[in-house]
């Protein structure tokens, strides 16, 4: 709950065996049903959200880490990260990484130029990964290892990219995500559910 007395938790939906048997999915849509409860997760993002780059996947992570660009927050560039065949590229521009997801193997994508857009903070891009749901951390661990092994260009110059945090809306408590991706950088979720 937040200080204007919104309960978030109250505000998701959950669905039982979806998109397969096995599966509990948590809708965060509801979480855009209205002006006052998507304001208030917008602001509670900015508050938690300290690098001025971040990494946006697909698709639900593009809803809520857009409007970060509209705060007096510290966002100034985001990084979408998309699935195969979802972003236009230049030669030599495009980095793939392997997931698992609960339903199987994936691969995301994102791009050097999207990220050398970018401000540098000294002389590094500093980035924080923003998704919808940290469940196990697999998907979130994957993208954070990439960018940290990154050098990106800016202006002809090699930067290092640097991982800062990972934010998530909702965080499963019992599935140990946290755990794993702490082993990198500091987590915030804004609502903890147990499985």
Do not use: W
């Amino acid at each position: 709950m937040s200080n204007s007395g919104i309960n978030l938790v109250e505000k998701l939906k959950f669905y039982k065996d979806f998109p397969k048997e096995g599966i509990n999915f948590i809708d965060i849509m509801p979480l855009m049903s209205s002006k006052e409860v998507f304001s208030q997760v917008i602001k509670e993002l900015d508050n938690v959200v300290k690098s001025s780059g971040i990494a946006l996947p697909e698709a639900r992570g593009f809803l809520f880490g857009a409007p970060l660009l509209l705060t007096d927050g510290c966002v100034t560039n985001i990084i979408p990260v998309r699935k195969s065949g979802k972003l236009p590229f230049a030669e030599g521009d495009l980095t793939g990484v392997e997931i698992m997801k609960e339903y199987g193997p994936d691969k995301i994508f994102y791009r050097d130029s999207d990220i050398a857009a970018g401000d540098l903070t000294g002389d590094v891009f500093e980035i924080a990964i923003l998704d919808d749901i940290l469940a196990t951390g697999g998907t979130a661990e994957a993208l954070a290892l990439s960018l940290n092994g990154k050098t990106v260009l800016k202006d002809g110059i090699p930067h290092k990219v640097v991982v800062k945090q990972f934010v998530f809306l909702v965080e499963i408590d019992d599935l140990n995500g946290r755990a794993r991706l702490e082993k990198i950088a500091p987590v915030n979720s804004l609502i903890h559910l147990n499985d």
